[in-house]
């Protein structure tokens, strides 16, 4: 019984790694409307550029975040401005395809330039360290660092979403971007604005998974679809929902381990696709 | 007043001529046996599955609207369906590949409920998902190797050249009954519900095309197509894993083909095929490069040219191979005699009044 609760515990804090892989593509969903199927692909990148700092001065990994965060910032605001908008258009699948054609550069470039070897950030003992709570449980140091960091993470984007100026932003484009166009909401920038944050979000997720696991240029797909399926679970429209949506995904995955290794990954798909048979819209699902 | 003399047709001199060139080329494909070396038949065989699995993810994306970023599931289904009925069941080889196309069929349909919930983009990477649990499923199937895969060993009691020779030929068959399929299909009813799809889905509904029905049509056919690819193709190299059957990269060469070709065009996905291949030889030797130049002439190709090589042929010198829209053709007492698309309709209405 203990077991189980221990996987079910294991799996909570798993869904908020999975979360930090979610809400970035939840708010370009949400603001575009625009699948980015890059988007794992676009993670693995960051935690390459981490890579580099903490290889060459030692940088804690945690701290290495920081400045790749703001460099995905930036490039991912230049990404939109530059190509991506471009594709926003009449044809709902020119973003989709443009986002696809820059995933397989992205990963295929990382293997040309990192090839397979699989690469991960060491922590030291706070990578290994647990607090026993009893009953034979421990609950992980870092998995509870990743856990309240997507927290704290979901906290502050909605705050941005509800009290600042360039989140009231955001929202009425999401709404109807050609009215707020009127109001002098630029779409353009709004969009650039919400790949950027996106992208900072995944490069918190892709170092966090580095420590957590390790990754290779081929990680890319399984992240995007671990984030699309939070999103899914949780209905859109609801950074809240996501995170929930992770959580949940992240419990079956750790539960359907427990009952046979190798499906825990299934299991999650599975989950997936029982929500979407028995609830489209998702479990969370609220119109902003 | 008299009227002008007019008849409306779908062929001009060029498309004539097309369709000659296509029975050559097919004709000149069912010979390959009696010239070619197995190297150049084998090598065949590779590049027609490709273009076959192009035209069905052009059925899908540039007729259908679409995008799936899962065909590998149907392609994997067809494959390991030979395994099943070939290798475990006794059947003969190549009785089994039309069942692979069957299996993806019947796998299409019975997900169709699923997938068919989202969506653009939602679809995309659903089918991806889709694709992912087919993988995962068959990998834990021992009678089936499992995640490491097996042999074809039953084509080892099928001599040599016969094997070489039939799987060809079986490919080649593919490819041609595909390519007049999907052109025959376009030019009927179905066709041009779709090809309205294709322009707006929102105007289509509003004239009576059953947007759904249709779409789940093509999705059904695409996934068929798929299938005998994965048979033909896995039949040819004597080996599957879960691997390379549910490899992403089957979609991720369709999708290149197509949209570097002419999404949503017939003549496209032939000319992306010859860049595909063409590219790859020149690249062979540069690994993940390969790779990265294709996919930066595709993205290059949907931003800055959305209509891929042979739309930007066919609207710089409207030429059509493969026409599927109906001309207006005057004769007799008009302005002038001149061969043109719709725009002249008005004319003609003027020249009666």
Known sequence: ?288 | MTGVAFKVSRNTRLSVAAVWGGVAAALVLVSVPLWGSPALMRWAVEVMCYLVLAQMWNLMAGYGGLMSVGLQAFVGVGAYSIFVFAQHMGMHPFLAIPLGGVMAAIAAIATAPLVFRMRGGYFAIGTWVLAEVFRIIFSNISLLGGGSGQSLTVMARIDRSTREIGVYLIAAGILIAASLAINLMLRSRFGLGLTAIRDSEDAAESQGVDVKALKLQVYTLASFGAGLVGAVYFTSILRISPNAAFDANWVVASVFIVVIGGIGTLEGPILGTAIFFALRWLLADYGAWYWLVMGAVAVAVVVFAPAGIWGYVRARWDLQLLPLQRRLILSGRGPQRRETGLEFTGDAEAGRM
């Open chain 1, 1 to 288: 019984m203990l077991e189980w609760l221990d996987a079910v515990i294991q799996g909570v804090l798993l869904g908020g790694l999975y979360a930090l892989f979610a809400i970035g593509l939840s708010i370009t969903y949400g603001v575009m409307r625009v699948v980015n199927i890059g988007h794992g692909d676009f993670l693995v990148l960051a935690a390459y550029l981490a890579l580099w700092p903490v290889m060459q001065f030692h940088l804690h990994p945690f701290l290495a975040i920081v400045p790749v965060a703001a460099l995905m910032f930036v490039f991912g605001y230049f990404l939109q401005r530059v190509l991506l908008n471009r594709t926003i258009g009449p044809n709902p699948l020119a973003p989709l395809l443009a986002t696809f054609g820059l995933a397989i550069i992205l990963r295929n470039g990382l293997q040309q330039i990192f090839h397979s070897d699989s690469r991960s950030f060491q922590i030291g003992q706070l990578g290994t360290d647990s607090i026993p709570v009893g009953g034979g449980i421990a609950i992980g140091v870092f998995p509870s660092i990743v856990f309240a960091v997507a927290i704290a993470l979901t906290v502050l984007v909605s705050l941005l979403f509800t009290k600042t100026s360039i989140g009231v932003a955001l929202r009425a484009t999401s709404d109807d971007a050609e009215t707020a166009g009127l109001m002098g909401i630029r779409a353009r920038h709004t969009y650039g604005i919400a790949l950027a944050i996106s992208f900072a979000l995944i490069a918190v997720g892709g170092v966090f998974a580095g420590v957590r696991t390790t990754f290779t240029p081929e990680s890319g797909p399984s992240a995007l679809l671990f984030a699309f399926e939070a999103v899914v679970i949780g209905g859109m429209g609801s950074l809240w929902g996501t995170f929930m949506g992770a959580v949940i995904l992240g419990v079956a995955q750790t539960v359907g381990a427990k009952i046979a290794i190798g499906i825990g990954i299934l299991a999650g798909h599975l989950v997936f696709l029982a929500v979407l048979f028995f609830k489209p819209t998702g479990l969370f699902a609220r119109t902003l």
